[in-house]
T-cell receptor, first 110, second 111 residues
Framework: QKEVEQDPGPLSVPEGAIVSLNCTYS??????FMWYRQYSRKGPELLMY????GNKEDGRFTAQVDKSSKYISLFIRDSQPSDSATYLC??????????FGAGTQVVVTP | EPEVTQTPSHQVTQMGQEVILHCVPI?????FYWYRQILGQKVEFLVS????????KSEIFDDQFSVERPDGSNFTLKIRSTKLEDSAMYFC?????????FGNGTRLTVT
């Protein structure tokens, strides 16, 4: 079983729709959960991070962590074409050594 | 906002040659990392570095790889004898006590 599973997509949504992304994981030692956005041939850009379980909201973005189910989610409200990118989940027992998901390619069509 | 800076953005080298990838981490950060991403694959951890020594490394980081912090600002990754399978994006990252900040990477092409 892979440590972090993420559907690679692509996920295509119309502008204004809600984008729903998720990852599952197997390692119960993970405490830090992050979402990064990556544009083609660029570095991962931090979007959201959460320590342990719970929800966190930042503007149009909401991150959720359910440690009992080993499941994390990212929601993007009112999606824009500029949100088109690959979204990577990442998690770890500390800030540094991250386990990444495969990334989900999101396409927001005008 | 402070950034992690990586140079060069693209490096082409021949198999068997040595390459050095350069990174300038965010200035007040204490922990430094190298990750790599082979085209179409996951971002993978290579090595972490703290207090002038390697704190952890993955099984990918074999004897062909080395890291160095030659001065107070630079952090380098050296691949001694490159192989075709070393072709990838290499990302430097740094942190103090927060999520990692990544640079935009060096695309290494080994021919």
């Amino acid at each position: 079983q892979k440590e972090v599973e993420q559907d690679p997509g692509p996920l295509s949504v119309p502008e204004g729709a809600i984008v729903s992304l998720n990852c599952t994981y197997s390692n119960s030692a993970f405490q830090y959960f992050m979402w990064y956005r990556q544009y083609s041939r660029k570095g991962p850009e931090l979007l959201m991070y959460t320590y342990s379980s719970g929800n966190k909201e930042d503007g149009r973005f909401t991150a959720q962590v359910d440690k009992s189910s080993k499941y994390i989610s990212l929601f993007i409200r009112d999606s824009q074409p500029s949100d088109s990118a690959t979204y990577l989940c990442a998690m770890s027992g500390s800030w540094g050594k991250l386990q990444f998901g495969a990334g989900t390619q999101v396409v927001v069509t005008p | 906002e402070p950034e992690v800076t990586q140079t060069p953005s693209h490096q082409v080298t021949q198999m068997g040659q040595e390459v050095i990838l350069h990174c300038v981490p965010i200035s007040n950060h204490l922990y430094f990392y190298w990750y790599r991403q082979i085209l179409g694959q996951k971002v993978e951890f290579l090595v972490s570095f703290y207090n002038n020594e390697i704190s952890e490394k993955s099984e990918i980081f074999d004897d062909q790889f080395s890291v160095e912090r030659p001065d107070g600002s630079n952090f380098t990754l050296k691949i001694r004898s490159t192989k075709l399978e070393d072709s990838a994006m290499y990302f430097c990252a740094s942190t103090s006590d927060s999520p990692l900040h990544f640079g935009n990477g060096t695309r290494l092409t080994v021919t």
